[in-house]
């Protein structure tokens, strides 16, 4: 008797719960993208780079070698092909290969004697995290009207996963941001002569050009002063607007970095 009335119970119960839940899965089998709303939002805040990723692993800043002085007085020439390691700053990490054609080891050695000043563009993840990355330079030595003439150029076309989809609209507060920067450089960090790069991702309302997040990703700095120089860049980009993303109705990402250096604030 009570094993019936328990039965009748269950199955009354039943009914009615799949009563409820019988909208919600027309609803959902009536439209198809209503999984997808989430990840197609999320496809539409493309992310911007401040650099030019064609810059990435390419450099930027070159002290040229100096012309070897045997091989000006004979009228040489050649080239050096060099393939790079580079760091997260843009520095040469390491040497992979330096070979000249026609073999000439004063040309390598006048190459070797100035990698080090080199400055590359340093290639980003779509979290704005900096990475190692392999680089290639051509150095081509000439004898010019007596003059040693030295040129630059790179052997591979720049490759990278993660491309701007557009231009960016551009920052309206830039130069009041790096003045920020410079003037409140963290106090501690400069009684000790410490320094920083902090890399950011930036989510940017297009309607106002305001931001609505800011999270800082990387800081090249030693673990001293991660702290301190994370919350003087949060407080630096706080105030920075951008111009209005015409036509987009959905938020935008940026990298942005604040280069804390002793002799000046650079933007990257």
Known sequence: ????????????????????????????????????????????????????????????????????????KNGVGGIVDIDLLINTVGRVKDIRTIVSIPNNPAFEQATRDVLRH???????????????????ARLTFEVKNGEGVITLTHREQPTSKMFPTGKAPKMLTRDDVAAH?????????????????????LTIDPVTGELIGTEVT??????????????AALASIRYAKFEPFEGRTTPWKK??????????????
């Open 181 to 201: 920067a410079k003037k409140y450089y963290p106090t501690t960090a400069r009684r000790v002569g410490l320094e920083a790069l902090v890399d950011m991702l």
């Open 218 to 231: 990387n800081i090249e700095t030693p673990n001293a002063g991660k702290k301190m120089f994370s919350e």
């Open 255 to 268: 990298c942005f970095a604040i280069d804390y250096r002793l002799s000046g604030i650079d933007r990257k």
């Open 1 to 72: 008797m009570h094993v019936t009335i328990l039965r009748r119970w269950f199955n009354c119960m039943t009914i009615v719960l799949i009563g409820l839940a019988l909208p919600y899965i027309a609803i959902a089998q009536s439209d198809p993208k209503t999984t997808a709303t989430g990840a197609a939002a999320e496809s539409q805040s493309e992310l911007f780079y401040d650099t030019d990723p064609k810059s990435w692993a390419r450099v930027l800043k070159i002290f040229p070698p100096t012309y070897p002085e045997e091989a000006l």
């Open 118 to 136: 080199w400055v590359f563009g340093v290639p980003l993840t779509n979290r704005c995290i900096r990475h190692d990355s392999f680089g290639d």
